[in-house]
């Protein structure tokens, strides 16, 4: 999933045309749907990494050959919960679905330093009251 903001991945349309699967597509966080060519050139057009920090990750086999992802990303001070499907038809994993949904309530954020093996927790804003984390919600 990181991936997918780092610009030395998604300005290499090999790597686009590999790792999206041929039927993708996205329910963007604009509410709009896009296919695999219009997610294709929407990424090739970045110039550079896109500054998105990821919380919360998880990911579950839910088939013999399928994944579901759940994170959040916080990005611009914007908060988004995302999902994201992989299968493997061919061997290799591919991205198969996509949506990203903006948060509207102050969650706790767990991001993982993947080097040190530490959890680092941002907590939800105490004034709006107790809300779990969305590792909860599934």
């Known amino acids: 999933e990181k991936d997918f903001f780092r610009y030395e991945k998604i300005s290499d349309r090999s790597y686009l045309d590999a790792v999206l699967h041929r039927r993708f597509c996205e329910m963007g966080a604009s ?3 896009f296919g695999r060519e219009e997610t294709i050139e929407a990424l090739l057009s970045a110039k550079k990494n896109r500054p998105i920090a990821i919380f919360n990750f998880r990911q579950e086999k839910v088939g ?3 994944y579901i992802v759940h994170y959040m990303t ?3 001070g914007r908060l988004f919960f995302r999902t994201s499907v992989w299968t493997d038809e061919t061997g290799r994993l591919q991205l198969f679905f996509h949506q990203a949904s903006e948060m509207k309530i102050p969650v706790s954020l767990v991001e993982i330093d993947r080097k040190k093996q530490k959890r680092t927790g941002y907590p939800a804003d ?3 009251g107790r809300f779990p984390s969305p590792l909860l919600f599934f």
Do not use: E
């Open 31 to 33: 509410g709009r749907i």
């Open 64 to 66: 013999d050959r399928c």
């Open 74 to 76: 916080k990005s611009g």
């Open 126 to 128: 105490p004034s709006a």
